[in-house]
């Protein structure tokens, strides 16, 4: 029954593949002592997610989505949060930390996103795997009900297609707060923001891609009244970023299929021609997300100045 995330959700012609741990993220992955040995990718209905053995949380969680198959679940039902036994009770933080503070238990992969299917009763079973401590990560309350609120109601009410690809998760930086509630309790780490990456086949029947990026700041969690002054295309990012910031390495379609640009890299360039400068210019550097060069940083440079990283740092730095 818990089908998971499918990569030809999209069709046979747009198969977009799970991200993979970068090599500095690799010995982080847990294994689920629940599966298989080798399987590291958790299944739920209509979506999937692999786990960090460090954070206790998701490093990505994965959806398809169908808006014409959607469900209306029950009031009050569809809302039963569990400890996947799967994952094992030490690998995922419970609801202890969440209990009267202002922390929510912040679903990757909302609960309305997923309520899909032939029937009321398999989205109401749909509606509680969403429901799964694996797939929540501390958000505060002002900003999972407002900030973060926005881009999960663009997922809800999308206009340009009726079928999604939705890749949702965590950042964590090192400049990141720890949580507890007594002396000894395990530290859980606040992610310093969240990042969701929607796929679709559009009206000309090419892949395209929209990545976003919100940074659980103080601005975002001051109040809840944020959201009525968001502009969600000022939240939209390239998908080389998101990979630079989470260390995740995404299918090669997300990249090619973003129309934002971040550097002169293989999101400019045809496989050929990335190949062939490799073989004719070997001060070229192979990264994670493609080919940067001199001319490629100090764009990415004028682009994003070093000033302002800076202050990024400084807002998700407080404690």
């Given at each position: 029954?818990?089908?998971?995330?499918?990569?030809?959700?999209?069709?046979?012609?747009?198969?977009?593949?799970?991200?993979?741990?970068?090599?500095?993220?690799?010995?982080?992955?847990l294994?689920?002592?629940?599966?298989?040995?080798?399987e590291?990718?958790?299944?739920?209905i209509?979506?999937?997610?692999?786990?960090?053995?460090?954070?206790?949380?998701?490093?990505?969680?994965?959806?398809?989505?169908?808006?014409?198959?959607?469900?209306?679940?029950?009031?009050?039902?569809?809302?039963?949060?569990?400890?996947?036994?799967?994952?094992?009770?030490?690998?995922?933080?419970?609801?202890?930390?969440?209990?009267?503070?202002?922390?929510?238990?912040?679903?990757?992969?909302?609960?309305?996103?997923?309520?899909?299917?032939?029937?009321?009763?398999?989205?109401?079973?749909?509606?509680?795997?969403?429901?799964?401590?694996?797939?929540?990560?501390?958000?505060?309350?002002?900003?999972?009900?407002d900030?973060?609120?926005?881009?999960?109601?663009?997922?809800?009410?999308?206009?340009?297609?009726?079928?999604l690809?939705?890749l949702?998760?965590?950042?964590?930086?090192?400049?990141?707060?720890?949580?507890?509630?007594e002396?000894?309790?395990?530290?859980?780490?606040?992610?310093?923001?969240f990042?969701?990456?929607?796929?679709?086949?559009?009206?000309?029947?090419?892949?395209k891609?929209?990545?976003?990026?919100?940074?659980?700041?103080?601005?975002?969690?001051?109040?809840?009244?944020?959201?009525g002054?968001?502009?969600?295309?000022?939240?939209?990012?390239?998908?080389?970023?998101?990979?630079?910031?989470?260390?995740?390495?995404?299918?090669?379609?997300?990249?090619?299929?973003?129309?934002?640009?971040?550097?002169?890299?293989?999101?400019?360039?045809?496989?050929?021609?990335?190949?062939?400068?490799?073989?004719?210019?070997?001060?070229?550097?192979?990264?994670?997300a493609?080919?940067?060069?001199?001319?490629?940083?100090?764009?990415?440079?004028?682009?994003?100045?070093?000033?302002?990283f800076?202050?990024?740092?400084?807002?998700?730095?407080?404690?």
């Amino acid at each position: 029954m818990r089908n998971g995330y499918k990569v030809d959700f999209l069709g046979g012609n747009y198969k977009i593949e799970l991200p993979q741990p970068g090599l500095a993220l690799q010995a982080d992955v847990l294994q689920p002592p629940g599966l298989p040995e080798n399987e590291f990718v958790v299944p739920y209905i209509n979506y999937s997610l692999l786990m960090s053995r460090s954070t206790k949380q998701a490093l990505y969680s994965a959806a398809n989505v169908n808006l014409n198959m959607m469900q209306k679940v029950p009031s009050k039902k569809g809302r039963n949060w569990f400890i996947d036994g799967r994952v094992g009770a030490k690998n995922q933080i419970p609801n202890y930390p969440y209990q009267g503070t202002l922390w929510d238990r912040g679903h990757l992969t909302r609960r309305t996103a997923v309520t899909w299917g032939k029937d009321t009763d398999y989205a109401t079973k749909a509606s509680n795997d969403s429901c799964a401590y694996t797939n929540a990560c501390m958000q505060h309350k002002n900003f999972n009900e407002d900030d973060w609120r926005a881009i999960e109601m663009l997922v809800s009410s999308f206009k340009d297609a009726d079928k999604l690809n939705v890749l949702t998760g965590p950042v964590f930086t090192r400049a990141d707060r720890y949580y507890t509630r007594e002396f000894e309790d395990f530290p859980v780490r606040v992610p310093a923001a969240f990042w969701k990456i929607l796929s679709y086949v559009g009206e000309d029947q090419t892949l395209k891609t929209q990545a976003y990026i919100f940074f659980q700041d103080l601005p975002s969690i001051r109040n809840a009244k944020g959201r009525g002054r968001i502009r969600l295309k000022d939240m939209q990012v390239t998908t080389t970023e998101i990979s630079f910031w989470t260390g995740l390495e995404f299918d090669r379609v997300l990249f090619e299929s973003n129309p934002l640009k971040f550097y002169s890299g293989p999101e400019l360039i045809s496989i050929k021609k990335r190949n062939a400068l490799l073989k004719k210019h070997a001060i070229l550097v192979e990264l994670d997300a493609g080919i940067a060069g001199a001319q490629s940083v100090d764009q990415a440079r004028e682009k994003f100045p070093l000033e302002d990283f800076y202050e990024i740092i400084a807002e998700v730095s407080w404690v």
